[in-house]
């Protein structure tokens, strides 16, 4: 089962940024947050990742809470291209053999009007 | 998704026969995961194997499915005797670690 809760369904404005919450309560310390996307049943793709730090990369910004229960993923000037279903994810602890596993939520429908 | 190549990107079959879903991961990648998405649902995980070797296969259907990750050629996720409810997107994923995914296009399976 999912460990984490998000919106079913969010819209930004083209050019604004879009901010999605997660919330993780249940998070264990050595279990990371990830966010990938599906764009119209394509493959879902990776965006970022992170721990306990905000982290940036040419996509997205990640800003996780000091207690890590809750999270936002920033697309800073959303496109009409980033519509699309995102999904925050806690990844298992490493050395167990589900480590392997993604467990894919419900996610967040995203919507960019124009 | 460039870099795993999933094939076929559509496939057709009748109820009772057996559908072979092929992937080939990201070069230098020996980890493969399997995922099923059924129509209007999420992504569910079905197993992940390393070169020969099922690590977890605790999504799979105890029947009538099997996967796996030869030493030499593509994964292979093969459905015997398939039903309607089979339809669904099948992807597949490669790390070349356990950190990072990268996703194929997928197969759609439509069972008629």
């Known amino acids: 089962d999912a460990k984490t809760t998000q919106p079913p369904s969010m819209d930004c404005a083209e050019g604004r940024a879009a901010n999605l919450p997660c919330n993780h309560s249940t998070i264990s310390g050595n279990e990371y947050v990830y966010w990938y996307r599906q764009i119209h049943s394509q493959g879902p793709q990776y965006i970022i990742h992170?721990?306990?730090n905000n982290e940036t990369n040419e996509m997205a910004s990640l800003i996780i809470t000091e207690d890590r229960k809750s999270s936002t993923l920033i697309l800073p000037h959303a496109t009409l291209r980033d519509t699309a279903v995102y999904y925050c994810i806690v990844r298992p602890a490493a050395g167990g053999t589900s480590y392997g596993k993604l467990t894919f939520g419900q996610g967040t429908i995203l919507t960019v009007h124009p | 998704n460039a870099g795993v190549m999933q094939n076929p990107r559509h496939l057709v079959r009748r109820r009772g026969q057996e559908a072979r879903l092929r992937c080939s991961p990201v070069?230098?990648?020996?980890?493969v995961y399997w995922y099923r998405q059924l129509p209007e649902e999420g992504l569910k995980f079905m197993v992940y194997l390393q070169k020969e070797n099922i690590i977890d296969e605790s999504g799979m259907p105890k029947e009538r499915f099997s996967a796996e990750f030869p030493k030499e050629g593509p994964s292979i996720l093969r459905i015997q005797q398939v039903v309607r409810g089979d339809s669904a997107a099948y992807f597949c994923?490669?790390?070349?670690?356990?950190?990072?995914?990268?996703f194929g296009s997928g197969t759609r399976l439509t069972v008629v």
């Open positions: 992170g721990l306990k």
């Open positions: 994923a490669s790390s070349r670690e356990i950190y990072g995914y990268t």
């Open positions: 070069k230098g990648h020996s980890h």
